[in-house]
Nanobody
Framework: QVQLVESGGGLVQPGGSLRLSCAAS????????MGWYRQAPGKQRDVVAT???????NYADSVKGRFTISRDNAKNTVYLQMNTLKPEDTAAYYC??????????????WGQGTQVTVSS
């Protein structure tokens, strides 16, 4: 069983910054891709940023230049540094990880979500 626990969400004013963290725990062999998605009320869940175990990153166009994803493989943790936040960044943010639980099995796991609200 694998658990992803997020932290770092909250209320911030436009132009402010937040840092999200997501730590994986449980029994597994290795973690491949990790990333962040977000979902605003009434909208679909969309990818924000992803990072491979080797450090290759991808970002949604809407966050390029403002958000930075990183990971600490020794701690099985992924981070999302969010700068210059805008009201349209308001959403529930979900951590995701592709985890090898055995030599032949890779599953995708999701965190419970953390709310980010950007408002004055």
């Amino acid at each position: 069983q694998v658990q992803l626990v997020e932290s770092g969400g909250g209320l911030v004013q436009p132009g402010g910054s937040l840092r999200l963290s997501c730590a994986a725990s449980g029994t597994f062999r290795t973690i491949y891709r990790m990333g962040w998605y977000r979902q605003a009320p009434g909208k679909q869940r969309d990818v924000v940023a992803t990072i491979t175990s080797g450090g290759d990153t991808n970002y949604a166009d809407s966050v390029k230049g403002r958000f930075t994803i990183s990971r600490d493989n020794a701690k099985n943790t992924v981070y999302l540094q969010m700068n210059t936040l805008k009201p349209e960044d308001t959403a529930a943010y979900y951590c995701v990880a592709d985890v090898a639980t055995s030599r032949w099995n890779v599953d995708t796991y999701w965190g419970q979500g953390t709310q980010v609200t950007v408002s004055s």
